[in-house]
């Protein structure tokens, strides 16, 4: 148990300390670029990472949890992953040219062939990161991240600071990509074997090819708006609304990333349990709800001195796509785990036409509503999270009988803490703002009394959340 403990623990630490890492590294670069040169760099990475979903293709995920690994199995996903890998990173390469005149940014080539070496070193980074995971070994993962995390941020404002501009994002992060292979190197696998083999890659690829759809259509409902709006718009366009989307991305994901790791394994041992899926989905989301919609409800009252306090005033543009982005992540998050109880159920290319539909939506409606200004496109976001919401619920009715009603009743005292933080939230923030004119001021307002007003309407309602919270606090003091 005390292995499990500190897995968990590392695991927990590395999760948090390089998003902490990567939103201190986003403030220092957000006052040494401008929104056009991270606009830029927004496009080219958007294209880059949602190619990269699919370079594991499920070899991670299945040296994880095979049960009897061989060293034929590791040689497999080795081979898998060099095919898919090596084989993306030359296409990146390739065509980078078209996709630089696509754009009309000569840059864009030079960004996609820095980028496109991280794709050569994967497999030797993925699979032993794989197999430690396997044992348990998240101290060594730790080190690896933690200091890659640190690499990437220093080198990248060394190279800003000698006038690489963009590119510096670039190799910042290729930089860091090498660094984590040198550590990971250092706490090599006993097991691991670097000669590929080319068999078995059916049994291999077969979960993968659908996870990987399914997060590829997911990463591109928050990469498309750099894509589309790069082709249609400019590059300030870009950065700016990339970086009030961003903001709220930062917010859930932080969030989210706490309880996302063990959803699956959660409901999936629901069902080989013969217990209910539907109602332990119902339960886990209604609880990441409790903590989740009341933080975006306040996020979407004081983005403005928020993006002020982390990014500076030349993003003072991108607190109105915040705001309005804030709904949509709440729209969102109500079946944010509706991928991992699909897949729980064995629906998996169910899972995969729902996330590519509601990616079409949201680039559909972006190509929509750009004429009427980037406002009106973040408005066009709350429509599709709504409809998302809608796709997702009548899918899970049809397929697994989870209810409207119940769904709505899971999440009606989620609807009512919210409400009630944004208006306490809207009422604290106005009243500083207009008695002393400070934003900085009214957002330490904001945040002195909200989560104290949380905990005292979370305990009022008995709400799923408050149980847990108590259970852990008395298991952190040695409580019965």
């Excluded at 999760?15 to 991270?38: D, K, Q």
């Excluded at 200091?147 to 910042?172: D, E, K, P, R």
């Excluded at 959660?266 to 080989?272: D, T």
């Excluded at 500083?432 to 309602?461: C, D, M, Q, R, Y």
Aim: with cysteine.
């Amino acid at each position: 148990m005390g292995s499990v403990r500190r897995a968990v623990l590392f695991s927990s630490v590395t999760r948090y300390s390089t998003r902490f890492i990567n939103l201190f590294s986003a403030m220092v670069i957000a006052r040494l670029l401008t929104p056009e040169e991270i606009g830029t760099f927004a496009i080219a990475s958007a294209v880059v990472m949602m190619m990269s979903e699919f370079r594991l293709l499920g070899a991670g995920a299945y040296l994880i949890r095979e049960s009897k690994l061989t060293e034929d199995k590791i040689r497999s996903a080795v081979g898998l992953t060099i095919i898919i890998s090596w084989g993306l990173g030359l296409l990146i390469w390739l065509i980078s040219p078209a996709v630089s005149s696509y754009y009309d940014i000569e840059a864009i080539k030079v960004i996609f062939r820095i980028l496109s070496v991280s794709f050569f070193l994967a497999p030797f980074i993925s699979i032993p990161t794989s197999l430690l995971m396997r044992s348990m070994k998240f101290r060594e993962l730790f080190y690896a991240k933690l200091l890659s995390s640190i690499v990437n941020l220093s080198s990248t404002i060394v190279f800003i600071l000698m006038g690489f501009s963009f590119y510096s994002l670039a190799m910042g992060y290729t930089l860091a990509v090498a660094v984590e292979l040198g550590v990971i190197v250092r706490y090599w696998p006993r097991e691991m074997v670097v000669i590929p083999g080319f068999s078995n890659f059916k049994s291999i690829a077969s979960f993968g090819i659908f996870s990987s759809l399914g997060n590829f259509f997911r990463r591109g409902v928050v990469s498309g708006p750099d894509m589309v709006i790069g082709k249609i718009g400019t590059t300030a366009q870009v950065g700016m609304f990339s970086r009030g989307l961003g903001f709220i991305e930062f917010v859930s994901q932080t969030l989210i990333s706490g309880v996302q790791p063990v959803v699956l394994p959660y409901l999936s041992e629901a069902k080989r349990s013969g217990d209910d899926t539907v109602k332990a989905y119902l339960k886990a989301s209604a609880m990441l709800g409790g903590i989740l919609w009341p933080v975006l409800a306040v996020a979407s009252v004081v983005s403005l001195p928020a993006i002020l306090l982390f990014f500076g005033p030349q993003w003072v543009e991108a607190s109105i796509y915040a705001t309005w982005i804030a709904y949509w992540a709440m729209f969102r998050v109500v079946n944010w785990f509706s991928p991992d109880l699909l897949v729980a159920n064995g629906l998996e290319k169910v899972m995969v036409i729902k996330e590519g539909l509601i990616f079409f939506v949201h680039v559909a409606l972006i190509y929509v509503c750009y004429d009427s200004g980037l406002e009106m496109v973040s408005i066009g976001f709350v429509l599709a999270g709504f409809i998302d919401l809608v796709i997702t619920a009548a899918l899970l009715s049809f397929y697994l009988n989870l209810g409207v009603v119940a769904l709505v009743s899971s999440w009606f005292y989620n609807g009512v803490i919210a409400l009630v933080c944004w208006l306490v939230a809207w009422l604290i923030y106005d009243f500083i703002v207009t008695e002393n004119g400070s934003e900085i001021l009214a957002l330490g307002g904001v945040a002195a009394v909200l989560p104290f007003l949380w905990l005292v309407l979370v305990a009022s309602a008995k709400h799923p959340i408050w149980v847990e919270l108590v259970k852990f606090t008395k298991l952190l003091f040695g409580r019965r």
